[in-house]
């Protein structure tokens, strides 16, 4: 990430049919946080093939504001081919930057809001 290896620490459940993750990393250079956060986007986008995504901000209580500080909704392709929907959202807190993502063959609302709204820094 931005030039340097980094240790990433990752949670991740499936359930639902969906799988659910929340990844970290401590990038020790708070300044390099929105960068890093539009090179994980990036990379997450051409992991999953993906010719289209939808961005709004997004900004968990606590989380510093950031332009790169963003919801992407996208579908792509599993590394078998079959066809994936993903929602991540990027952020960041101190030197910390974090995804998370909800990949499933079709998004609920009903499950990503409450996903996506519980996550915040008190």
């Avoid at 659910?20 to 997450?44: P, S």
């Avoid at 993906?50 to 963003?70: D, K, N, T, V, Y």
């Avoid at 991540?88 to 993502?101: D, K, N, P, S």
Wanted: with cysteine.
């Amino acid at each position: 990430m931005a030039g340097r290896q980094v240790k990433l620490e990752a949670l991740s459940c499936i359930t639902g049919g969906a799988t659910f993750a929340l990844l970290a990393a401590d990038i020790e250079d708070a300044a390099r946080a929105g960068e890093v956060l539009a090179q994980w986007k990036a990379a997450t986008l051409a992991n999953l093939h993906s010719a289209s995504a939808q961005e709004s901000a997004f900004q968990p209580l606590g989380a510093r504001r950031l332009p790169q500080s963003l919801q992407v909704v996208a579908s792509g392709q599993r590394v078998d081919g079959s066809k994936v929907a993903s929602q991540a959202a990027y952020f960041a807190h101190g030197r910390h930057v974090f995804q998370a993502v909800i990949y499933a063959e079709q998004l609920k609302p009903e499950v990503a809001e409450p996903f996506f709204s519980g996550l915040r820094f008190e």
